[in-house]
């Protein structure tokens, strides 16, 4: 569920899975208005659904509109799966986190959150997750920048002293000795403008990730590769987010395998993507 919701590979994945493992089943994208967020939830009990994912913007929202949450995705404050129970009831999770770190550890098995300073764009769900994820795996300081400075502070209050608000115009410098930069907004994704943010005072060997994969490689992660920095983009955290609902869903823990990521990488280079 989401607005707008066709950009999205999620079906293309899930669907794959069905088929490798035998389930009669069908992944489908709805798009879904925020104001018809409520009845869209309640309605998926009687339709059938074992479960939906949420994307952009309705990971808040849902969280009050379930029937139980669980703790990690009380904490991250937003919820990107959902799971129906045979009486109808609803609860949220979060796998975003999941997703985030099983990706780095993926595209880059050395990597480590505390080699140095992350700084991340963005104060929505999936700059939520993503702080959380790190600070799970040790990262000793983060710096939080969002166009809209009380939100980021808001995260920095929640999340305790290792997150540090920055306000935008502090966006630029704020990279200045970081190990790490992630691109946790909705810009640079296709039809969006991108994000807007110069790399000269980042350091060449920080990681840069970024958590769209619509377009494989944003205008983001294109500057920091041409200067010599390792990307990595959000296609594999998609995947990955894709598996501990499956275990909640059927009971059953997918693979992210190569003949997967190949076929998801060519969908998105093809002809109008």
């Known amino acids: ?28 994208p709805l798009a879904i208005r925020p104001d018809g967020l409520p009845v869209a939830l309640r309605a998926l009990h009687p339709l059938g659904f ?21 703790p990690v995705a009380i904490r991250i404050g937003a919820i990107s799966c959902v799971v129906v129970r045979p009486d109808g009831s609803l609860v949220g999770s979060n796998n975003d986190c999941y997703g985030f770190i099983h990706n780095l550890k993926q595209s880059e098995p050395r990597w480590r959150a505390d080699a140095g300073p992350v700084v991340v764009f963005g104060a929505g769900g999936g700059a939520r997750a993503v702080c959380y994820g790190l600070l799970q795996e040790g990262a000793k300081e983060i710096r939080l920048v969002n166009r809209t400075f009380a939100r980021a502070k808001g995260i920095a209050a929640e ?14 410098d704020a990279l200045e000795g ?24 980042l350091p060449t060997s920080a990681l840069v990730a970024d958590i769209i994969y619509t377009p494989l490689e944003t205008p983001f992660l294109a500057a920091a590769r041409k200067r010599g920095n390792r990307t990595v983009n959000g296609l594999g955290m998609l995947l990955h987010q894709g598996r501990p609902a499956w275990k909640a869903w059927f009971g059953v823990e997918p693979e992210v395998t190569a003949e997967l990521r190949a076929l998801m990488e060519k969908s998105l280079v093809a002809p109008g993507n």
């Not at 074992?50 to 949450?69: C, F, R, S, Y």
């Not at 946790?184 to 969006?192: C, D, K, L």
Request: proline share 7%; net charge negative.
């Open 159 to 172: 999340f305790g002293s290792a997150i540090e608000a920055l306000p935008w115009e502090h966006r630029h």
């Open 178 to 201: 970081a190990a790490m930069a992630v691109n946790a907004t909705s810009q640079g994704m296709s039809g969006q403008p991108p994000l807007d943010i110069r790399l000269d005072k």
């Open 1 to 28: 569920m989401g607005w707008p919701v066709m950009h999205s590979r999620s079906p293309l994945l899930h669907n794959y899975w069905f088929a490798r493992h035998g389930l009669a089943g069908t992944y489908v």
């Open 50 to 70: 074992a479960g939906a994912n949420l994307t952009i913007p309705h990971k808040q929202h849902a969280m009050t509109l379930v029937d139980e949450v669980d």
